[in-house]
Nanobody, 125 residues
């Protein structure tokens, strides 16, 4: 089995910064992509940032939602199966539960897609 666990949420003032981390663990052969999504109260879950990597080559293609471009940065550590989300210039509208998602191949060569339990980010003065 594969699982993903997030950490790093909390309360921050507008204009502040937070860094979220997610670690995938378990029967992982390889991870194709990791992503951060968020769900604000009364709204649908939306993609925030997505990052891929290919094999052993240090290549990562990151994409972002328009609402966070220029403020959020996603990064991966392929050796540790972790993904971080650095969030700067936070706005009240960034308040949401942030979820990590990992997809890839397990050690028995089955595709997997797992979600973390979510971490709450609250931006408020």
């Amino acid at each position: 089995q594969v699982q993903a666990v997030e950490s790093g949420g909390g309360l921050v003032q507008p204009g502040g910064s937070l860094r979220l981390s997610c670690a995938a663990s378990g029967s992982i052969f390889s991870i194709r992509a990791m992503a951060w999504h968020r769900q604000a109260p009364g709204k649908q879950r939306e993609l925030v940032a997505h990052i891929t990597s290919t094999g052993t080559i240090t290549y990562a293609d990151a994409t972002y939602a328009d609402a966070v471009k220029g403020r959020f940065t996603v990064s991966r550590d392929n050796a540790k199966n972790t993904v971080d989300l650095q969030m700067n210039s936070l706005k009240p509208e960034d308040t949401a539960v942030y979820y990590c998602k990992a997809s890839g191949l397990s050690t028995d060569f089955r595709n997997f897609e797992v979600w973390g339990q979510g971490t709450l980010v609250t931006v408020s003065s």
